[in-house]
């Protein structure tokens, strides 16, 4: 695996290539899925593939807010810069604390879902892997939770954030 650069330049070339080459396996899976009977491999494909075009989507923002960078132009769509004012900091510090406590809770129970169908074995096996894949996104939104809470913080009393952070 190559390095991955840290400059803006770097970035967007290393992005387009990764890119590129996530393209080739949105291909693959599409047709995969294209090619097979309504059954639960196409079931699962169908489920990578809309993982997969959402990362793709998301890596082509981060390449774009890259590019408006370099080029000191508006390419859309693209990540939100972080020097955004935020005028609601304490109801919005709430409602992030809240649903924080809500993934928390749903993560709880994802977990105990997921070992006890385990054990039961058979399709139940089947619908545990799938529930283990809504347990990851579930942590994901607990880290993205967490940063959006330390953004808020850290905007402090002006409600504005620096673009350095």
């Known amino acids: 695996m190559s390095k991955v650069p840290t400059d803006y330049v770097g970035m967007t070339k290393y992005l387009k290539g990764h890119l590129e080459t996530e393209q080739g396996a ?6 995969l899925v294209e090619s097979r009977p309504d059954d639960i491999i ?6 990578i593939l809309a993982d997969e075009e959402r990362h793709h989507a998301l890596f082509g923002e981060i390449l774009n807010s890259l590019e408006s ?5 508006d390419v859309e769509p693209r ?8 005028n609601d900091r304490e109801a919005l510090l709430a ?3 809240e649903l924080l406590a809500l993934e928390r809770e749903d993560a ?17 096996g ?21 940063y959006l809470r330390r953004l808020i913080v850290e905007a402090g009393e002006e409600g ?6």
Do not use: C, F, N
């Not at 960078?69 to 132009?73: C, E, F, L, T």
């Open 160 to 165: 504005t954030r620096s673009p350095q952070r």
């Open 69 to 73: 960078k370099i080029g000191w132009k």
């Open 26 to 31: 949105l291909e693959a899976y599409t047709t």
């Open 42 to 47: 196409s079931y699962l494909i169908r489920t």
């Open 108 to 124: 709880k129970e994802l977990k105990t879902l997921r070992k006890t169908w385990r054990q039961a074995g058979g399709e139940y």
């Open 79 to 86: 990540v939100p810069s972080l020097s955004s004012t935020i």
């Open 126 to 146: 089947l619908w545990s892997m799938l529930v283990e894949g809504a347990e990851l996104d579930t942590e994901k939104h607990i880290r993205m939770l967490k």
């Open 95 to 97: 409602t992030t604390d």
